[in-house]
């Protein structure tokens, strides 16, 4: 758990996955991000999987991470599409591998899918040591889907469960990064993302048990954090 009264610039930076996932990406807008990264110190740039090569080149000297989003936002792909997505990322220079689960399995309650799918994914990270998070997108899920998920994931281990892609019908919500904390323990850490648009929000995110916040808001939130420790 983050202790939020020992937070200071360099170790809420470290927190953020600083996000840019549009699909009209130019190359002047991942320059920005990995410049943004780079000054700031974010722990990561959060992109989709093509650009990957690009970032790593734009992040070299740096201890940015290159993260690559895998079957986003939708996660309608199949394991061996996801798997091999994955592997490309990765060999492009992805330091970490953000996947969307296949949502309609998890629905379908076919949880067998969906642990097959994570190991799968998980062990291609393991193996090239390249972190894994797990995207569930909570909006579309009940509440003890979401547990259900989340029990697989401690059984599995992927580095980090993640609440949203951003992309569905709500974000991350304080209630499911608790739900999700509570289920994993200290086996997984928690990744909050989608809607997290400032230090209150962020703040509770981090409260709940989230350890990663995924945001394309990182530099107003980080501003508005330090005018909070100067009043």
Not at 144 to 149: G, K
Not at 173 to 198: F, H, Q, S, W, Y
């Amino acid at each position: 758990m983050i202790n939020i009264n020992e937070l200071n610039r360099e170790k809420l930076c470290k927190l953020f996955d600083h996000t840019y996932l549009k699909a009209y990406a130019q190359q002047k807008d991942f320059e920005r991000l990995c410049d943004e990264a780079r000054q700031y110190g974010f722990m990561m740039v959060a992109i989709n999987s093509a650009p990957v090569a690009l970032c790593k080149r734009l992040l070299s000297g740096s201890d940015v991470h290159v993260g690559a989003a895998i079957a986003f936002p939708l996660g309608q792909t199949s394991i061996r599409s996801k798997c091999e997505e994955t592997i490309e990322a990765i060999n492009n220079g992805a330091d970490e591998i953000d996947y969307v689960i296949n949502i309609g399995k998890a629905k379908d309650h076919d949880y067998d899918y969906i642990k097959k799918e994570m190991e799968a994914i998980v062990k291609i990270c393991k193996e090239r040591s390249v972190l894994s998070k797990v995207i569930f997108e909570n909006c579309y899920l009940e509440k003890e889907e979401i547990r259900q998920l989340a029990l697989i994931a401690k059984e599995v281990k992927p580095d980090f469960i993640k609440t949203s892609t951003g992309f569905g019908t709500s974000g991350a919500a304080v209630e499911d990064v608790r739900l999700m904390k509570e289920t994993v323990g200290d086996e997984v850490k928690v990744k909050a993302a989608g809607g997290i648009r400032d230090w209150p929000t962020c703040k509770a995110m981090l409260e709940a048990g989230a350890e990663r916040i995924g945001t394309s808001s990182s530099i107003k939130i980080l501003e508005e954090f330090l005018q909070e420790k100067i009043i």
